[in-house]
C-alpha cells in the first residue's frame, strides 16, 4: 500500500482516508472481538490502526467522529445480545411505614401545587418478585424481548418470552402500531417447589427462590430449557408506543393490557385517599400467603398519566410512584468476626463477618454494621448471636444482639484508631459548623493508602464511571500490588509500557495473548468517554451518577467545571453560587467539589489523564427548545405549579435554573411579590416574563 505521508495529506484527503480506515477498523474489531473470526493479521492490523492514529494526531479536528469508532473496539461477545431500551427501565423509590406512604403522597401533592380538598387518585397493586420485562409488540406482532439489565440496555430474550405461555404473540384488538409492554416475569410457588424437586432428583443444586428460579430459567441460551420450566407474567408499565394511548390513566393502561389479552394483576385498585392506600397494603399483606406467587410489597402510583408526565423523575425513578415494602426478615446467627473495610474516601466500614444463615431464602454471610458509633451503641461484640435483618435488595444489617446468648469473657469491640490497610491514623474529623465529629472514621493517608488507591482505581474502571472491560476488582488488586497500575494514568500507558517491559502481561497468571489484546482494546475505547461517566469516575466525594450526569450538563466541559470550582475555592462567591445553583447541588456537594479541586494531586492526575482521554459533552436533554442553553430564575409567587416542578420542568427542557440573577441570566420567570431579583434583573437588563408567558414560550 502505497500512501502518502500523513504530513501531506490535504484536510479533505485526509477526512476520506480516515473514515474509511475507520470503518475498515471497526469491521476488523468485529471480526476479532464478537466472531473470534480475525481476516487479517495481527500485523496488518497495527498498522492500520498507526496509519488511523497517524491521521488523527495530525488532523484533531476529526476527533469529534472518532467515537463511534473507539468505541466498537472493545465489546467482548457476550451471552446474548443487547437491546437498548428506547424508554429506560426505571426502578421504584421504596417506602416502609404507613407514614412514608403518606409523606409520598404529600410531596406528589406539594409538586403539583394540588390543594388538599382536590382529589387525588392512585393505583394499588402488589410488587411481584420477579425480573422486569419489556416485549415489544408491532401491530399487534410479539417482536422483541428485552430483560431490565441496567434500566438502559437488557439482554435480548426474545427467543425465551417466546416459550411462556401466558405471554400472547398476538395481541387482541385495537392496539398501537408499536407497543412495548412492561411487567414481571415470575415462577408461581408450586411451580417453583416442582422444579427444585426434579432439580434435586436429577442431582443438580436446587434454587434459592422463585425469583431466582425465574431469573435462571428466562436467562437460558437454549430456549427449549426456558420453555420446560413454567414461567409466567403481569404487565403493569409500558415502553415506547406509536400510535394512539389506549387510555389516559394507569388504571386505564392496564385495564387495555387485560382486554389485549395480557395478563394483568386482579389486585390493581384505585385509591383517592391515604386511607385507602393503606388499607389496600393491608388486604394484599393478608392474602399474601395464598396468592401462590412471591411479592414483597405494594405498588404506588399516581393515576392520572398527565400528571405522571408533569411529575417526571428524580434520577431513575418516577417521582410519582413508590415501592410500599414488606416489613424485613430477620434471623439470629454468630457473629464470627469484625472486619474494616477501607472505603474509596478512606472511610473505615466495620462489616460483620457472619456464620452464613437463610434469611427470607438467601443466604448471609456478611451485613453491614455501619460505623463505629453503631457497633458501640447496640455493644456488638465478637462471639454474640445477633439478629440479621434483610430486606429486599439492601445489605442485610445487625439490628441487636441477644444478650442472654453472650459468651463469657466476650470483650467490647474496640474500633481502631489505625487504619488496617496502610497503618496511618484513622480519625473523625470535626464538622465545623456542628463542632459534632463525623460518623466515619477515616484513614489520613489519601492515595499513599493502599486501600484508598485500590478503591479508586476500581470505582474509576467500573461499569458506570469508565466501564473498562477487563479491568474488574481483581485485576487493579493484582496490578496494584505489583505496581503496575497505581494512578488512573497507568491505565492508559499499560499497552505502551508493555510494549518495552520483559515481563508481559501475556505472560502473567490468568493471562493470554488474546485477553491482553481484548484488555489494550477495551482501554482504548475509553480513550472517548461521556463527560458525566468521566467526572464520576473521578471519585469526588459525594458525586454519584445523577450528580455527575447534572455537572456534565450544566458545566459541557471538565475545563468549565475545574475553572468554576478552582475559581470556588479561592472564595469566588459567584462561582460557588454557580454550583449550589445546580438542581439537586447542596452546600455539602459543593464543598466537596471544590475540596477535590483544591488538590493539587488531583489536579495534576486531571492534567495527565487529559492527555490520554477525550471527554465528550452529553446530549442535551431536549436539544431544541425555546429555552434550551438559557440561564432562567424563578422568583416571586408562582401559580400553576410548584417551585420544584417549575425547576423540573425548565431543566427537562434543557435550561439551566439559577437562585440568583446575574448578568449570565437569561430569562426571569416573575411572579407576584417579586422583589430583589426582579431589581436585579432591571438592572443587569435580563429579559422578565409572567408565568403565564412561560407556559406560553415552552408550549405548555
Ligand atoms: O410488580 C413489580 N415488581 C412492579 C415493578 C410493578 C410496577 O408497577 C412497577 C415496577 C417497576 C417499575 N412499575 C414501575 C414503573
Keep these: 500500500m502505497s500512501r502518502l505521508p500523513v504530513e501531506q495529506l490535504l484536510p479533505m484527503e485526509a477526512h476520506l482516508e480516515w473514515q474509511a480506515l475507520g470503518q475498515e477498523l471497526a469491521a476488523h ?22 496509519r488511523y492514529d497517524a491521521i488523527l494526531a495530525a488532523f484533531p479536528e476529526l476527533q469529534r467522529q472518532a467515537t463511534a469508532i473507539a468505541r466498537v473496539g472493545a465489546k467482548p461477545s457476550e451471552r446474548f445480545s443487547k437491546i437498548r431500551h428506547v424508554v429506560p427501565m426505571l426502578s421504584l423509590a421504596n417506602t416502609f411505614s404507613d407514614e412514608e406512604v403518606g409523606e409520598f403522597v404529600d410531596r406528589v401533592r406539594r409538586f403539583l401545587d394540588w390543594p388538599e380538598a ?134 386505564g393502561m392496564v385495564a387495555a393490557f387485560g382486554s389485549m389479552g395480557l395478563p394483568v394483576n386482579p389486585l390493581t385498585k384505585r385509591c383517592v385517599s391515604v386511607e385507602e392506600m393503606i388499607a389496600h397494603y393491608r388486604l394484599i399483606e393478608e392474602k399474601r400467603p395464598t396468592l401462590g406467587y412471591d411479592i414483597d410489597g405494594v405498588v404506588y402510583k399516581v393515576d392520572d398519566l ?28 454468630v457473629l464470627l468476626d469484625i472486619d474494616i473495610q477501607v472505603g474509596r474516601t478512606g472511610a473505615l466500614t466495620p462489616v460483620a463477618k457472619l456464620q452464613p444463615i437463610t434469611v427470607g431464602g438467601v443466604v448471609v454471610s456478611n451485613a453491614t454494621l455501619h460505623n463505629e458509633d453503631e457497633i458501640a451503641r447496640k455493644d456488638v461484640r465478637v462471639g454474640d448471636t445477633v439478629i440479621v435483618q434483610r430486606a429486599g435488595d439492601v445489605i442485610p444489617q445487625i439490628v441487636a ?26 480519625v473523625r474529623e470535626i464538622d465545623p459548623k456542628t463542632g459534632e465529629a463525623e460518623v466515619a472514621r477515616r484513614c489520613t493517608a489519601g492515595l499513599i493508602c493502599p486501600a484508598q488507591a485500590t478503591e479508586r482505581l476500581k470505582h474509576f474502571a467500573s461499569r458506570n464511571a469508565f466501564d473498562i472491560e477487563g479491568l474488574g476488582d481483581k485485576q487493579i488488586e493484582a496490578f496494584y500490588s505489583d505496581g503496575i497500575i497505581t494512578r488512573p494514568r497507568d491505565i492508559f500507558t499499560l499497552e505502551a509500557r508493555d510494549a518495552r517491559s520483559l515481563k508481559k502481561l501475556k505472560d502473567r497468571e490468568g493471562y493470554g495473548e488474546t485477553s491482553v489484546k ?38 459541557g466541559s471538565i475545563q468549565r467545571l475545574r475553572e468554576v470550582a478552582v475559581q470556588a475555592s479561592a472564595d469566588g462567591e459567584v462561582a460557588k453560587a454557580e454550583l449550589t445553583g445546580i438542581d439537586g447541588i447542596g452546600p455539602i456537594l459543593a464543598g466537596s467539589i471544590v475540596d477535590f479541586f483544591g488538590e493539587a494531586h488531583n489536579l495534576e492526575e486531571l492534567d495527565a489523564l487529559m492527555a490520554y482521554v477525550t471527554p465528550e459533552a452529553m446530549e442535551a436533554v431536549a436539544a431544541e427548545s425555546p429555552v434550551s442553553g438559557k440561564t432562567v430564575v424563578f422568583t416571586g409567587a408562582l401559580e400553576r405549579m410548584s417551585r420544584d416542578e417549575a425547576k423540573a420542568m425548565a431543566e427537562r427542557l434543557g435550561a439551566k435554573v439559577s437562585g440568583s440573577v446575574s448578568k449570565k441570566t437569561d430569562l426571569v420567570v416573575a411572579g407576584p411579590g417579586a422583589g430583589s431579583k426582579l431589581a436585579d434583573a432591571k438592572k443587569h437588563g435580563v429579559e422578565v416574563i409572567s408565568e403565564d408567558e412561560w407556559f406560553e414560550r415552552v408550549g405548555g
Design 306 to 333: 398527565a400528571l405522571q408526565q408533569r411529575l417526571g423523575f428524580i434520577s431513575r425513578s418516577p417521582r410519582w410512584a413508590t415501592a410500599r415494602k414488606f416489613p424485613a426478615e430477620q434471623a439470629r446467627t
Design 518 to 555: 481484548k484488555l489494550f482494546a477495551a482501554i482504548v475505547a475509553r480513550r472517548y468517554v461521556a463527560l458525566n461517566r468521566f467526572i464520576f469516575g473521578l471519585g469526588i466525594r459525594h458525586v454519584g451518577e445523577t450528580t455527575a450526569k447534572q455537572l456534565a450538563r450544566h458545566f
Design 118 to 251: 382536590r382529589e387525588l387518585t392512585f393505583t394499588a397493586e402488589p410488587k411481584i418478585d420477579g425480573l422486569s420485562c419489556s416485549i415489544r409488540y408491532e401491530k399487534g406482532l410479539l417482536t422483541k424481548a428485552a430483560t431490565r439489565g441496567d434500566g438502559e440496555e437488557g439482554e435480548d430474550v426474545t427467543a425465551n418470552v417466546r416459550t411462556i405461555r401466558s405471554i400472547p404473540q398476538r395481541l387482541r384488538g385495537d392496539v398501537p402500531s408499536v407497543l412495548e409492554v412492561r411487567g414481571e416475569v415470575y415462577m408461581a410457588t408450586a411451580d417453583f417447589l416442582a422444579l427444585n424437586a426434579r432439580q434435586e432428583a436429577d442431582g443438580k443444586p436446587p434454587f434459592a427462590n422463585p425469583r431466582n428460579a425465574a431469573a435462571g430459567s428466562l436467562r437460558q441460551l437454549d430456549p427449549s430449557i426456558t420453555a420446560s420450566r413454567p414461567l409466567t407474567f403481569f404487565a403493569y408499565a409500558w415502553g415506547a408506543i406509536e400510535g394512539d394511548l389506549p387510555s389516559e390513566t394507569q388504571s
Design 401 to 426: 444482639v441477644v444478650l442472654e446468648q453472650r459468651p463469657e469473657g466476650a470483650k467490647a469491640y474496640e474500633f481502631p484508631h489505625l487504619c488496617p490497610a496502610c497503618g496511618s491514623h484513622a
Design 29 to 50: 474489531d468485529i471480526r476479532y472481538h464478537q466472531q473470534d473470526a480475525p481476516v487479517i493479521s495481527d500485523a496488518d492490523y497495527d498498522a492500520l490502526r498507526r
